[in-house]
C-alpha cells in the first residue's frame, strides 16, 4: 500500500508543480457525461479515487477531493495516505468548491487553472460569480489549459473511436429527418437558427447511433452542430465512420475551422451552459457574438426522456428476455449455494453476465454490476472486487443490481435474495423496503405531479418505523442509453419536472445497516395515463420489469391487503410470461417461487 | 342589480379620469395583511368583488381583476355588469399584473399609478423589473400616490385604532426583554444595528400585545422600530396607549421625523422586502443610504412559528375549551334539525360564535364561519350570507369551518356532519378524505422535511380514487395571532421550509363537488419529535383539535385497521377530555358519537 499511496503524493506534488495558487481537477469529460472514458479519468490518476462522481482540488498547501454521501466510505479508504482530504457534499453545511474556493487565499491575484475541456461554461460562471464577489475584479484570474494534465501523465489514453452503429430507424420509432425538424422547430421558437449540442445521450439520440466509446454507455464520443440546412457530426477517425444520407461528418480535432466557415449559416445558435464545455464555449466566442448566443436548457433531454411506441415495444421486450437471464442466475445461484458449492460475488457477478451475454442484440452491462453479500450490501455503491469478493453463503441476503444494455432498450433491476435463514431485522426491513417500492407502484397521482411530491410515498413504511435510506427511489432510463437519464426524477429534491406519460423510470427503495445487511428492491415502470375524471387527469405507473419477487421471508403483518395482492398478482404475471422460455427444471422452481 | 353594477362601473371610470396608463388597486393594506381594515377594501370599494384575495388594473381601454381559483366563481357573480374581466391566477399559464403590464402598451412612456402604501417594496421590484425589460429605462413611469382613492372616496374609514390588551408575559412564556435580546442578536447576525418592523402579526408578537384593529386578526394597526437602545412604537391615538418600561410609544403619522431624529442610534437597518410597503421605504431611503439598508426575511416569521411550552400548554386549553363549545354546538344542531326545526345555516353559525363567546378569554372568532349544507358546501370558501341562507335538511352534509381567538391560543377546526341519510358518493368521499386526513396524522418523517414532501400522504387516497382537490392541505396557526401564519406550509408548492417540532398547522383535506356536496376534515396538529434512531431524528404530529369525528357514515372496507384504530383511540379520547365539561345529556349524546 505504501507504494501506492506514494504514487498519488507524488502526483498531486507534480500538479502543485505547475505553480498555481489552485489547480481543479474534474471528474468529468469535454461532454459532461456521468461517466467518462478512461482518457477523462483524471481525477483518478491524481488521487487514486475511483468513486464515479469527485472533483479535485490541489492548491500550494491542500489537496482536496470533493465527492457525495454515496462515496464517503470509499474515499477514506482510498485517499488513505495521499495526503488528499475529503471535502463531503449533499450534505447540511456543505462548503463547494467555488465557495471554498473564494475563501482560502489572502494573496492577489489568485491564480486558479484548469482543464477547460473538462469545465462545463454553467461551472465555470459559477466559480467565476463566486471569486469576484471575493476577490473582486483583478483579484483572480482564471486560466483554461485544455489538457494540462497530459504533460505529466505519460501514457494517458487517446480519445476513444470504437466502430459506431447505425439503429434501424424503423425499431425506435422516428427518423433523424422527423428530429432534425422537430429540433429545428424548438430552435425558431428560441429565436435560433442553430443549435450546438454536445451531450454525448443527446447525440445517440438525435442520430438513431450508438457507439461503445464508454464502458455501459452506448455513446459515440462527437459533438453535433445543426444548422437550418446541415447536421455536421464531429468524430473521431472520420474517415471510418460511415455518415448516412444528410449527414455530413467532420473531424473532432477541427471544430475551429467548421465553425468558421459555418458561420454564416448557423444565425443565433443555442447552447446548452450544463454541458457545454468551458474550452469550446471560447471557440464559439470567437465567431459568435454574446448577442448571437442563446443559452438554455437543451429541448432534447425531455423529448428523449417521453418514450415513443417503438421505444415502449423495445422496452418491454428488453425487460422480458433480462428477466429470463436474471431468472436463470437466481435459479443458478441458488441451487448452487443451497448444493454446498461456494459461489463468491465476484463469479456470481460473472455468471449473471454470461447469461445476458447470450441475448441477441446484448451490447454490454449498462452499468457495473452490484453483487454484494451480506454486511457489503449495507454499501448501495459497493464495487465487487474481481480479487477475494466475499463467499455468497447459504443464509442472509445477496443483493444484485444490474443491468444490460440492448439494441432494442435498456435496462436496471435490483433482486434482494434471501439466501437460508434470515434474521428478524432481515425480514422486517426486505418487507418495509418492498411494501414502499409497491405502494410507489400503485400510487395515482395528478397530471402535473413531479417526482419529489410523490418520493414520500415509497419512503412512508420505513419512515413510520423511523427508518430511511440516503439515495434518490428513481431515476430516468434511456432507451438503449444512459442507465441514468433525466430531466425527471424521484426524490426528495425539488425537481420541478413532471412525470409525463412514457418516461421510464426506476422505482428502488433500498435499506442499509452498516456492518450488517442491505437491502434493495427495484422494478422500472413506465408512467401512464390512468384517465380523467371531474377532479382532471391522473397518471400511474406501468411495472416493466419481469422478474419474480421472492416472498418467502415477507412479513405479512406489514403488508395490507392491496399490497400483498399487488405482489401476488405480479409473481403470477411474471410466471405466465416466462415460463415458456426457461428450461422446464427452472420453470417449475419459478412456479413454486411465485405461489 | 343594475344600481350597483352602474356603481362599479361608475367608479372605475372613475379611476380611468386620473388619467394614468394604468392604476393599479391592491387589496391589501400598508403592512401586507391577508386581511385588511375597511379603510383599505380599496378593490372592493372599486369594484365589488369581496374575496380575501385580489388586485385591481384599471387602464384607459380595459379593467381587470387578479385573483385566485378559490374566488373565481364569486369573482363572476361580483363582477357581472361592471365591465371589469377577471385575471385567473394560480392555474398553468397564468399571466400576472406586471407581466400583462409589460404587454399591454405601445405608447411611450407608459405611466402607472398605485398607493404605495398599499404595495410592498418587493411587488414594486418586479414591476420595475419587468417593465424595464419591456420597455427599457424612460420608457416607463411609476408614480407612488398615497392613499389615492380618498380623493374619491368620501366616506373612506379611518385608519382603526382600538383599545390595546397587554398580555401577561408569564402566560405567553417569554417576556419582551426577552424577545428584544434575541432579535439583536439577529441583528448583529445580518451586520445591522436596528431593524425596521411592519408586519402586523410579527409587531404584535415581539411586543406581547393584541388589539382589535382587523375583523378576526388581535392586531394592532403599528410599525415597530427596534434600535441597538431603543424600541420605538408606531401606533394610532399615542396619548391612549399605556405602554410599559422599555417601549416608547410614538405616533403613527410621524415617521419621517422620527427615522429622522433617530438615523444616528440605527446604525445599518434591516427590512423585509415582502412586506414593507414602497411609501414607507422611500421614507427611509431619505435617511439611510442603499449601503446601509439589509433586506431580508424577517427572522420573527420563523421564530413565532415556534411555539413555546407555555403557548403550547394555552393551545392545548384553548382546543379543550373550544370542543366543548363544538360539541355543544353539534349536540344542538342535531337534536334540533332532527326535532324538526328549521335551522338555516346563517343561524347555525350565529348559535356557534355565541357559544364560543361564552368562554372566558374568547376575543372573537378567528375568521368568517363557513356554515354551508348540501351543494353550498362545494365552495370552499362559501360565505354564509345574513339573509336567505339555506335550511339544513335532515339528510346529507353539512360542513362547518370555524375557529375562535381566546387570549390563550386560536383555533380552527372543520367538521363535516351526516345531518340524516346520505348518499354511496357522499359517504365514499367523506371517508377518504378522512382517510387523508388520518394518514397525515400518522405520518413520521426525517427532520428536515418540508410540507410540500408530506402533502401527497393526505392526498393519497384520494388520488387513488381520482379525486383531488385544490387548497393546501395544512398552515400554520398564530398564538392568539393570525388563523394563517407561515413559515412553513403542507401543499403541493414547493416551500422549502423544513417542519419543525412545536410548529402548529392545520391538516385539512376536502373533496368538492360542484352542485352536489363538499366534504372537509380538519384537525390542527403540533409537530413533536418522533425519535432518533440510526437513521436520523424522526419528527411526527400530535393532535391539539379535541372533537369528535362522526362515524356513522365511514365506509369501513376504505379504512385499513390502523386508520380505523386512529380513529376509535382519537373519539375515546374526545369523550374522556370533554365528558365533564358537558350537560349530561351532551355527554350521553357524545359518548353513543364516540362509541
Known amino acids: 500500500m505504501a507504494a501506492f499511496d506514494n504514487l498519488y503524493a507524488g502526483r498531486v506534488a507534480q500538479v502543485r508543480d505547475f505553480g498555481y495558487d489552485a489547480v481543479i481537477i474534474s471528474g468529468t469529460d469535454p461532454h459532461s457525461s456521468e461517466y467518462p472514458a478512461p482518457r477523462w479519468k483524471q481525477v483518478e490518476w491524481t488521487s487514486g479515487f475511483t ?37 463531503k457534499t449533499r450534505i447540511p453545511g456543505e462548503v463547494l468548491i467555488p465557495e471554498w474556493l473564494s475563501g482560502h487565499f489572502t494573496n492577489k491575484p489568485v491564480r486558479i487553472a484548469f482543464d477547460g475541456l473538462c469545465q462545463s461554461v454553467g461551472a465555470v ?11 473582486g475584479l483583478g483579484g483572480y ?27 434501424d430507424e424503423k425499431s425506435v420509432g422516428e427518423s433523424r429527418k422527423e428530429k432534425f425538424a422537430w429540433l429545428r422547430g424548438e430552435m425558431r421558437k428560441a429565436g435560433c437558427g442553430s443549435m450546438f449540442l454536445t451531450s454525448l445521450d443527446e447525440i445517440a439520440w438525435m442520430l438513431n447511433v450508438r457507439g461503445s466509446d464508454i464502458d455501459y454507455n452506448p455513446y459515440v464520443i462527437s459533438f453535433l452542430l445543426v444548422t437550418p440546412q446541415n447536421v455536421i457530426w464531429f468524430v473521431r477517425n472520420v474517415s471510418e465512420v460511415p455518415s448516412p444520407e444528410g449527414i455530413i461528418t467532420a473531424d473532432y480535432g477541427v471544430l475551429e475551422d467548421a465553425l468558421e466557415d459555418r458561420r454564416d449559416e448557423c444565425g443565433a445558435i443555442y447552447i446548452d451552459p ?60 441458488e441451487t448452487s449455494v443451497q448444493g454446498g458449492a461456494r459461489i463468491t460475488e465476484w463469479e456470481a457477478s460473472e455468471k449473471l453476465t454470461s447469461l445476458r451475454a447470450q441475448i441477441e442484440g446484448y451490447r454490454g452491462n449498462s452499468f457495473e454490476n452490484i453483487s454484494a453479500y451480506g454486511a457489503n450490501a449495507a454499501l448501495p455503491h459497493y464495487s465487487t472486487p474481481r480479487e477475494g469478493s466475499a463467499e455468497i453463503k447459504p443464509r442472509g441476503l445477496y443483493l444484485v443490481d444490474s443491468g444490460g444494455q440492448y439494441t432494442f432498450g435498456t435496462t436496471d433491476i435490483t433482486r434482494t435474495v434471501p439466501m437460508g435463514r434470515c434474521s428478524r431485522l432481515e425480514k422486517e426491513d426486505y418487507t418495509l423496503v418492498l411494501k414502499g417500492m409497491i405502494d410507489l407502484t400503485l400510487a395515482v397521482f395528478p397530471e402535473g405531479t413531479a417526482g419529489c411530491q410523490i418520493d414520500a410515498i415509497s419512503r412512508r413504511p420505513l419512515w413510520a418505523a423511523r427508518r430511511n435510506f440516503g439515495h434518490g427511489t428513481g431515476h430516468g432510463i434511456g432507451f438503449y442509453l444512459g442507465v441514468h437519464e433525466g430531466p425527471q426524477s424521484i426524490r426528495q429534491n425539488f425537481n420541478p419536472q413532471p412525470m409525463l406519460p412514457g418516461m421510464v423510470s426506476s422505482n428502488e427503495p433500498g435499506l442499509y445497516r452498516e456492518g450488517k445487511h442491505g437491502v434493495r428492491h427495484e422494478n ?25 419477487i421472492d416472498t418467502s421471508i415477507v412479513v405479512k403483518k406489514l403488508l395490507n391487503k392491496s399490497e400483498w395482492d399487488w405482489l401476488k398478482a405480479y409473481n403470477r404475471v411474471v410466471y405466465r410470461m416466462l415460463k415458456n422460455r426457461l428450461a422446464p427444471e427452472v420453470a417449475r422452481w419459478l412456479k413454486k417461487k411465485c405461489r
Not at 395515463?529 to 387527469?537: A, L, P, Q
Request: glycine share 6%; hydrophobic share 40%; proline share 4%.
Open 125 to 135: 460562471k459559477e466559480l467565476d460569480d463566486a471569486l469576484r464577489k471575493s476577490y
Open 141 to 167: 484570474e482564471l486560466i483554461d489549459r485544455p489538457d494540462m494534465l497530459s504533460e505529466l501523465w505519460n501514457d494517458r489514453p487517446a480519445v476513444p473511436h470504437s466502430p459506431v452503429e447505425w439503429l
Open 274 to 333: 450544463s454541458t457545454l464545455n468551458y474550452h469550446t464555449y471560447k471557440l464559439i466566442r470567437k465567431f459568435f457574438a454574446e448577442s448571437e448566443i442563446v443559452f438554455g436548457p437543451s429541448p432534447v433531454i425531455l423529448r428523449k426522456a417521453v418514450k415513443n411506441k417503438k421505444e415502449l415495444e423495445g422496452f418491454r421486450r428488453a425487460f422480458i428476455e433480462d428477466g429470463v437471464a436474471v431468472e436463470n442466475f437466481l435459479y443458478w445461484l
Open 524 to 548: 422500472v415502470v413506465l408512467c401512464r395515463e390512468e384517465g380523467k375524471s371531474e377532479f382532471g387527469s391522473f397518471l400511474s405507473f406501468e411495472t416493466l420489469t419481469c422478474c419474480h
Open 51 to 87: 468513486g464515479e462522481a469527485g472533483d479535485l482540488v490541489v492548491t500550494q498547501d491542500h489537496a482536496g477531493l470533493w465527492t457525495d454521501t454515496r462515496y464517503f466510505i470509499q474515499a477514506n479508504l482510498q485517499l488513505a495516505g495521499t495526503g488528499i482530504e475529503l471535502h
